[in-house]
């Protein structure tokens, strides 16, 4: 566990390169041009060798596009439990996305014109859903879900399959119900290469959502501009501030939550008053990973990517999450100063407020999608939602008289700007 003290001469300075940039490494950053370069160069055969070789599946294109009949079964199939579950996290979901939609309005401006927005669903979207050891069948819910209710004609959906080439039958199943009839089984890097420039199988998209490993963040970067991406969501991080009423045993649970990601990159913040206290926290959390099915990258995780942030008193930790800008962020604190601690803290993807709201809730059902900034990209990155499938456009429309009363203000920029047709284009229409 690294400790920082808030009041110390060198705490930004610490935090920030804990916190560190969130650039991906030269090795990463060369593997993954190469990987595009090679997909647009040769296709389909190059991502089916790139299936071949990390997600050791040999497919051939036909066989990268799940069948519709074999959705169908997947969702035939799914256990009565989980069922259930999907259908209350659904339900969860939707209602939260459609309270955001944005509407689209006219109104007169000060000369009498009248301007105006309407969005429009981008025309074709792309979701990346990580699979693997950690199949995130909630990941299907929280990106699929909002592009539905943006009303996004085409979707599709990419996610690795295994050695058998089959993709895991829960996130089949949850694509299904939420409406995606077009997935194939593609991974990492080759899968955000074809849907951002296109193969004979996979038709390219508009925008790519979803989160991945730092090769599949480091690809969308690398494809931005030439499509659309969500965010740049990195490993995953939890910023848990406590003060003297939180039980160790629940924080040192929902340090375990995140850590159980296991990717190694994890980063766990707890800040406190006590240096006791966090002590006591990781010595919980290490506890209880004995118990857990991935308790080993756990510890691991707990050795190395803990940060513990000691302040003064309780109100400072507003300005330590500031300053990291967390994807998560528990304040479990004495409910009487959870209102204006929560008010002064601007950077953080989601907050969840109180002793009983752990991150697992935002992870899998409250409502918000979990598709959040990490490193430190909450400064300038929102989590994902409805209006991120969708594309705005401004109106503007002026009547002889308006255009009257705007004719001084375009005169002198045209001036200002030394651009005598920008002015002469309105001069005619009077």
């Not at 090679?38 to 071949?52: I, N, Q």
């Not at 506890?287 to 099915?293: R, V």
């Not at 604190?333 to 002793?355: C, E, F, N, Y």
Request: charged fraction near 20%; aromatic fraction near 6%.
């Amino acid at each position: 566990m690294t400790f920082l003290r808030f009041r110390a001469k060198d705490f930004r300075a610490q935090l920030s390169a804990f916190v560190g940039t969130g650039e991906a490494s030269p090795d990463v950053r060369d593997a993954v041009a190469g990987i595009i370069a090679d997909v647009k160069r040769r296709g389909d055969a190059a991502v089916l060798a790139y299936t071949a070789k990390f997600d050791r599946a040999k497919l051939t294109a036909a066989r990268q596009r799940i069948p519709l009949a074999e959705l169908r079964r997947a969702a035939a199939s799914f256990a009565p439990a989980k069922k259930k579950a999907f259908d209350e996290a659904a339900k969860c979901v939707t209602a939260f996305h459609a309270r955001t939609l944005p509407k689209g309005w006219t109104a007169p401006n000060p000369h009498g014109a009248t301007v105006g927005e309407r969005h429009h669903a981008i025309r074709r979207c792309g979701l990346y859903i990580p699979g693997g050891q950690v199949p995130l069948v909630s990941t299907v819910l929280m990106t699929a879900l909002p592009a539905k209710v943006a009303g996004v004609p085409e979707l599709c959906a990419c996610t690795p399959p295994g050695p058998d080439g089959k993709i895991n039958p829960d996130i089949l199943a949850a694509l299904y119900l939420c409406g995606v009839r077009e997935v194939y089984a593609i991974g990492g890097v080759q899968a955000i290469a074809a849907m951002a420039l296109g193969t004979s199988t996979v038709t390219a998209v508009d925008k790519i959502f979803g989160p991945g490993n730092a090769f599949v963040t480091e690809a969308k970067r690398q494809v931005f501009g030439l499509v659309g991406v969500d965010l740049l969501p990195g490993p995953s991080e939890v910023m848990i501030i406590a003060d003297r009423t939180a039980d160790p045993e629940w924080v040192a649970a929902d340090l375990c939550a995140q850590a159980e990601h296991g990717s190694g990159k994890e980063k766990l913040y707890l800040v406190t008053e006590s240096e006791a206290f966090a002590k006591q926290c990781l010595a919980a959390a290490r506890a209880q990973s004995a118990s857990l099915t991935h308790g080993e990258k756990i510890r691991k995780a707990l050795d190395a990517k803990v940060c513990a942030i000691l302040v003064p008193k309780i109100e400072d930790a507003a300005e330590a999450a500031n300053l990291v800008a967390p994807e998560h962020l528990e304040l479990m604190v004495a409910p009487a100063k959870l209102k204006a601690l929560s008010a002064r803290i601007t950077t953080a993807g989601a907050i969840l407020l109180g002793h009983h709201t752990p991150t697992v809730l935002g992870d899998f059902t409250a409502g918000p999608s979990h598709t959040l900034p990490t490193g430190g990209t909450g400064r300038f990155f929102s989590g994902l939602r409805v209006a991120d499938f969708l594309r705005r456009t401004s109106l503007v429309h002026y009547a002889p008289a308006s255009l009257k009363k705007a004719a001084a203000v375009v005169d002198a920029f045209s001036r200002m700007e030394n651009l005598d047709a920008h002015g002469r284009s309105l001069k005619v229409r009077l």
